[in-house]
């Protein structure tokens, strides 16, 4: 397996100022997953409740995401309902039920031990250590967080990060975890915890990527139109890791292209409630929006 | 002349986590003429009282602004006083005296009249339109403001707008400014107001350039250390205005290398207090940071 991902898939309510959604597939392993096998073979690793519609897994199944580490058991779905207003870059969580997620242990199959590369998706950072354990020296690894386990899970979370090489995390996070404001104290003090790179990701205003002391910045694209930004983040580890686990080399470029990459997929996402903006997407769109990206982050011509 | 501004020459007092500054020199006027200079003659059109040190004056000598519009009268200088936080994006007013400012009128003296620029600085709107009705069809009127005026004088402001071909906003002003959360959407917005040019600052987060229908996102250096912001946004656009008087013409790629000089300026003017980061600054340095905002925004090689 080139990609294996622990994480949450999940059914969301969602209610911006442009419409909403009830139940929808969510989770952030279902919105990694579907990004990162358009190109890679992805291993999806969570539990879901009797409840899960099975267009669902004929989705997954469709776009090729391997489901073997998929545990079905008794109960409901994990579930999230969260509001966005306005001023899309800032959400009001609704309720959160973990329902089957409350005991959920993960385990990886024999198939997925050997994954080139693991992404340790948002969940709490105990089980995030389960999974590392279960793992036979990944090439590359990589991890999500949030404030809640910034908070409340600190020592585990740190526990996780002496063992990765990568983590994304927005803004805030970096801030908060290492106490810093300046970013670029604030990205060396997470550097020094563990993981040698670190994507921060700002939603509108863009990504920046810090690989040692080199540094890359990628403005977001300026979309007409944002309906719904959930997924946006685990779509962009989507882009970013797919694209990584298709080079044989981990360098700064095949980086800064993971950025490129993670940052088209992202806007996809952010198109639809749901999965919807990923689902019929063609290769062709997704090179035009790439297109667009690089003119619009464009210098001058002949101004070096 | 080659560009005119008016705007303030004041005394600021700021706080900041690493430090502070008494009655230093400060003013959109100053920060602005002192970068613009640098690659253009810059006629300076504010009022300053008896108290501004001979150092002031001395600096603006020396650096070639032209002082022909700049009124000395009986009282003290305009001052404004601000305390910024670790969250260096934000900072508190903790006063600001009008003094000299409070029965200002702007006079331009004849040698100014022609002006092929005119920057509006961050002033009263009914100021900005006395200065316009005085000018004689420059090739370009650059406008900045702040919430305070969308707010309380929204209609003069509007009234302004409609004769200008470029306004410098933040973020949060342009959707104050519009009612509209959508970036794209508040930008047409404004465009629709009357400045075909919008500029939106945003900070650490870098800047937007909407011409017409095109945009170019260019982020912000990522800087180890800011020391004060205070003027960051006026260097901006005397970095910016600056390169554009030195053209012949005004296009999309002259307009991006602006965003780049004004980005590069910007950079310096938060590392030092006051007017410290701009008094000795090479143009090796200038090049050099131009090259590091280069590096830091370039896509990898051969992706294309």
Known sequence: MQIVVVGSVALDTVQTPWGEAYDALGGSATYFSLTAVR??????????????????????????????????????????????????????????????FEHFHPKLPESYRKADILFLANIHPALQMEVLEQAQKPRLVAVDTMNLWIDSARDELLEVLRRVDLVFLNDEEVRQLSGRYS?????????????????????????????????????????DQVVDPT???????????????????????????????????????????????LRDLSSEAIADRREELRRLTSWPDGSA
Chains 1, 2 share one sequence.
């Open 231 to 277: 997924g946006a983040g685990d779509t962009f580890a989507g882009g970013f890791l797919g694209h990584v686990a298709s080079k044989e080399t981990i360098d700064h470029d095949v980086l800064r292209e993971a950025m490129v990459r993670g940052t088209v997929m992202a806007s996809f996402a952010t198109e639809g409630f749901s999965v919807d903006g």
């Open 183 to 223: 970013l670029p104290e604030a990205v060396a003090q997470v550097q020094a915890m563990g993981p040698g790179i670190v994507v921060v990701k700002k939603g509108e205003h863009g990504a920046l990527l810090f690989d040692g002391k080199r540094c890359f910045a990628l403005p977001a694209l300026v979309l």
């Open 39 to 100: 190109q890679a073979e992805v291993g999806l690793v969570a539990v879901v409740g009797e409840d899960l519609p099975d267009s669902a897994l004929e989705l997954f199944g469709q776009k090729g995401v391997d489901l073997a580490g998929l545990e079905r058991t008794e109960g409901k779905c994990f579930r999230w309902g969260g509001r966005y207003h306005a001023d899309i870059n800032h959400r009001d969580t609704l309720f959160t039920q973990l329902n089957v």
